[in-house]
């Protein structure tokens, strides 16, 4: 029976495959992009609980991974949990800046969203990984060495930059529009999308880390409605002023080197993909692949070298 991406539950979610849910749900809609009200409602209709997931195997599998592959694992775990804590805080600020009240609705279901990746995280990492501390922060600053140093400058100090500038300068809307490309096109669309779609792959394959993998398919589905809201959010404003689009431009090509590093991975990434006979630059190809689709919904011819 084929499964509904739209109304799945978490257990049905687990079953699907990566690529049905990161390019199903954005590419068919890239051409017909929904409204900020569409976008809304699927996220009143896609509501899932971390408390519903359940990690036992996880957990035992987990233990049985040994010591010298654990942290290929470990690095893309954490930039994960980096990355979803990072975007959280980094939104709120934007909440406050878009111009219409359609846009701040959607932007609040995100919000809580990604909240939401923030405690699936953390439980992950509780409860599989078994990490122990008071906090997240605490979690994050003991796993500190595994987090990519090119996805770091995106991911904790770039997100940090732009959402400061967007917090003192609501009305500046370069400065948003700067903040919602580094966020939904780059972090989101791109990277994250390109990391997700790749794990998904590979856990299903291997039969890896069920609970992790339910909760993991519901991110996905839910980062698809926000990648969907950036392109529709940057198309409106290019369309508006043309000026928007010379921001978008340098924004990407000012990050183009982070991008292409963390999409390419570290030498170790690599070794293990082959050794597990996977195509090492499948991520990078398909990100930028899927960055240039995006740009071109929105507007821009893309010439980057990527
Ligand atoms: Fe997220
Ligand atoms: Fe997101």
């Known amino acids: 029976m084929s499964i509904e991406i739209a109304t799945a539950s978490l257990r049905e979610l687990g079953k699907l495959d990566g690529d049905r849910i990161i390019i199903g749900e954005i590419d068919d809609k890239l051409l017909n992009l929904p409204s900020y009200r569409d976008l809304y409602d699927r996220w009143e209709r896609q509501q899932w609980s971390t408390q519903n997931l359940d990690f036992r195997v996880d957990r035992q599998q987990w233990s049985e991974v040994p010591e010298q592959s654990r942290p290929i694992w470990m690095s893309a775990f954490v930039n994960f949990l980096q990355g979803e804590v990072s975007v959280t805080n980094t939104l709120i600020p934007f909440c406050a800046a878009v111009p219409t009240e359609e846009q701040r609705f959607f932007l609040t279901t995100q919000l809580s969203d990604e909240a939401r990746h923030s405690i699936f995280f953390e439980r992950f990492f509780r409860e599989v990984l078994m990490l122990d501390g008071p906090d997240i922060e605490s979690l994050l600053v003991q ?26 300068a609501p009305k500046n809307m370069d400065y948003l529009v700067e903040g919602i490309t580094l966020y939904h096109i780059i972090t989101e669309g791109t990277l994250a999308l390109a990391a997700q779609r790749d794990m998904l792959k590979r ?68 070794t293990v993909m082959a050794s597990l006979g996977e195509d090492p630059d499948d991520v990078l190809n398909f990100g930028l692949n899927s960055l240039h689709k995006k740009l071109k919904v929105i507007g821009i011819t893309p010439d980057f070298n990527g």
């Open 143 to 168: 796993v500190r060495s595994f987090l990519d140093p090119a996805s770091s400058k995106i991911l904790v100090d770039g997100l940090a930059e732009v959402g400061q500038r967007v917090h003192s």
């Open 203 to 270: 856990n299903k394959r291997l039969g890896f880390y069920p609970g992790f993998q339910q909760g993991f398919t519901a991110v996905a589905r839910d980062e698809s409605r926000h990648v969907l809201f950036g392109v529709k959010f940057l198309r409106d404003m290019v369309q508006e002023s043309a000026g928007f689009a010379v921001i978008i431009r340098n924004t990407i090509a000012r990050y183009m080197p982070e991008i292409h590093a963390t999409l390419y991975g570290s030498d170790a990434q690599r």
